[in-house]
């Protein structure tokens, strides 16, 4: 059983020209300039599997959840039996190089996102005040829901309510 891999028309890639033999023991020799983010991994021992997030749904519009990064992510997972260096939130990954780097206080610095999950929850790992908007992902409803067990410092409506508190 042969299986074509198709590439996109633009590509110029030798891949897409490729039958994979799908026959016992067979090996697909790939380019390994091109990043098969499975085999990468499970034949490069020196390969790192570093994800930006973990976000089951992301909204691309006020209406609709889409997949999010994390929907890949698992993907990767399964297929290589490997977790990922998450640096993205709610990771303190970032967080922590730009403390060191810049050598500022957590007690000085508030979070201020719209998603539990991440944001708020990024904050509240990295030992710092958050601040959760209404206006994007999280609605009042889910943040006072009984199920849920993160909860922010200080919720508004969106970020410009900030103004009436400096009394611009």
Not at 26 to 34: A, G, I, N
Not at 76 to 100: A, H, N, R, Y
């Amino acid at each position: 059983m042969y299986l074509k891999v198709s590439n996109f028309p633009q590509d110029k890639k030798e891949d897409g020209k490729k039958l994979v033999d799908l026959q016992a023991n067979s090996l697909f020799e790939h380019d390994k300039t091109v990043k098969y983010g499975t085999l990468c991994i499970r034949e490069n021992p020196q390969c790192l599997f570093i994800a930006t997030n973990r976000d089951a749904v992301g909204h691309m519009t006020s209406s609709q959840e889409w997949p999010g990064a994390g929907c890949m992510v698992a993907a990767v997972c399964g297929s290589t039996e490997k977790q990922p260096i998450v640096v993205g939130k709610p990771s303190t990954f970032m967080m922590d190089f730009l403390l060191q780097k810049f050598n500022i206080s957590v007690s000085k610095m508030c979070m201020v996102g719209d998603r539990l999950d991440t944001d708020i929850l990024f904050g509240k790992n990295a030992g710092c005040k958050t601040l959760l908007v209404l206006s994007g992902c999280t609605s009042l409803s889910t943040l006072q829901d009984s199920s849920n067990k993160i909860q922010p410092d200080y919720y508004a409506e969106k970020v410009s309510d900030l103004l009436q508190l400096s009394g611009l």
